[in-house]
């Protein structure tokens, strides 16, 4: 059965079929790699795209250029990216840019990691956390 997958790069939707999605797929559009091994930065104006138009699950890092956690963190989820894609999308939202995405849904305080499918939030996360436990948190939410 066929996943749709939004691109990175070009925001196009994918349709790939699940057997191939651990073969490092390109999009068809832009010819690039849909996975990376690298979180991707999203705006207003993609979020909606990558949360709601893929099948693969949206794991977002609501952080801030000037929050000392949120920079400690950033390392451990570039790694977690490496581990948790292709099952997965990493994206990082940073909510000094994009207000609007934080007031949206209601980040009070960061970093905050929220996991999406189907288009809805389906778990949050507060706080710092390491690699490890990103990757068992985020497997613990989707089986």
Known sequence: ???HVVCPHCHTTNRVPSERLGEAPDCGR????LFT???ISLT???FDRHAGKSDVPLLVDFWAPWCGPC?????AFEQAAGQLEPRFRLAKV?????QMLGRRYGIRSI?????????REIARQAGAMGAADIVRWAQSVVR
């Open 1 to 3: 059965m066929p996943l």
């Open 30 to 33: 832009c010819h690039r790699p």
């Open 37 to 39: 091994g690298k979180p």
């Open 44 to 46: 207003t104006a993609d």
């Open 71 to 75: 920079r400690m963190m950033a390392p």
């Open 94 to 98: 940073n909510t000094e840019d994009e």
């Open 111 to 119: 970093p905050t990691l929220a996991l999406f499918a189907g288009g």
